[in-house]
């Protein structure tokens, strides 16, 4: 190999890798906002679920649980970082096959039977402007 050959490969391999660590960079900033607003998320149903429980009974203790549950993934989602997600989330897919399985076999089923996929990150925020717009549109008639 030649001297100029070496230097084009290196070069090229540079650009390559620097490519695929802006990618990664960029991924994981979403990832990280994704999280962000889904634990900001839980933290508002929690306190939803708070407000809106008795105070004493049956459903006040259904509702003191249902709100640490909440609150308790909240604060872990906040905690930790988008591998210790994905190393928790290998685990228990490992420990508990089953669950995972018929949940991917439910998401299928509702996908050929809806004949719809999930809709993406970006158009899910949308889809859901669409549908509180046509609800209104509706019950307005």
């Known amino acids: 190999m030649r001297n100029s050959d070496t ?3 290196t070069a090229t391999t540079r650009h390559r890798v620097g ?3 802006q990618e990664a960079s960029t991924f994981t900033a979403q990832f990280d906002a994704a ?3 889904l634990a900001g998320q ?3 149903a929690a306190q939803r679920v708070k407000a809106l429980s008795p105070k004493s ?3 006040a203790r259904v509702g003191t649980s249902v709100q640490g549950s909440l609150s308790n ?3 872990y989602l906040r905690s930790h970082s988008a591998t210790d997600l994905v ?3 290998t685990t228990v897919v490992q420990r508990y096959p089953l669950p995972f399985v018929l949940g991917a076999i439910g998401v299928a089923i509702g996908i050929l039977v809806t004949g719809r996929t999930p809709p993406r990150p970006s158009a899910a925020r949308g889809s859901v402007k669409r549908t509180a717009r046509s609800t ?3 019950t307005a008639h």
């Open 35 to 37: 999280k962000a607003a």
């Open 87 to 89: 190393s928790d989330f």
């Open 57 to 59: 009974g049956a459903l």
């Open 73 to 75: 993934t909240e604060r």
């Open 136 to 138: 209104t549109a509706t």
């Open 42 to 44: 839980l933290d508002d």
């Open 7 to 9: 230097h084009e490969t």
């Open 19 to 21: 490519h695929e660590v």
